[in-house]
């Protein structure tokens, strides 16, 4: 029953278990999709096939994510969190260019802007118990792509070697009129 929901919900196949009889191992996921190999018998036994089979799910248990929250960065802008730590990763919601204290933005410089969001970021990552060295994968969204260079200046300050996955885009517009936002994701 909760298969043919998620199916419905994210237009997966529907599979007939019916027409499936199954031997061998038994892999169960939580949380994600998983993967596990195992031996496949359709309507007739003629037609043995070991073949991989997914299984996604999707856990409403709140014990596996965990809000983070600090006031050495600016607070949420809506109903969304600062960042969700899960499964030893923790993920930052964009982060803008504003002071902590005011909820105005450092200036309307994209260079000021910048630094700030970075240094918000990091509260963010310490206070979720991780580092600038432990980030994996940034996505930055600039109002102007013309500010690239002037970012990765700044960007390159705070990121060594290996500097993590990214993807930069430029967007129509961003909260409050924001030159640039950055989310990311980080290893705990």
Do not use: H
């Amino acid at each position: 029953m909760a298969w043919s929901a998620a199916a419905r919900t994210f237009k997966v196949p529907t599979i007939d278990m019916a027409a499936l009889r199954c031997r061998g191992p038994l892999a169960v996921g939580i949380g994600c999709a998983s993967m596990a190999t195992t031996r496949l018998w359709r309507s007739s036994p003629s037609s043995l096939r070991s073949m991989p089979v997914a299984c996604m799910s999707i856990s409403t248990d709140t014990s596996i994510k965990q809000a983070v929250q600090t006031d050495k960065a600016p607070a949420a802008l809506g109903p969304y969190s600062q960042a969700i730590k899960a499964n030893n990763l923790v993920f930052l919601s964009g982060v803008l260019g504003l002071i902590p204290e005011t909820g105005k933005f450092i200036s309307d410089d994209v260079e000021d802007q910048t630094e700030q969001v970075l240094k918000n970021m990091g509260e963010i990552l310490k206070a979720s118990g991780a580092s600038y060295s432990s980030v994996v994968k940034t996505t930055i969204m600039l109002a102007d792509l013309k500010d690239f260079k002037t970012v990765n200046e700044i960007y390159a300050k705070y990121f060594n070697a290996p500097a993590p996955a990214r993807s930069t885009y430029q967007v129509a517009a961003l909260p409050l009129g924001a030159k640039i936002e950055i989310e990311c994701i980080a290893a705990l």
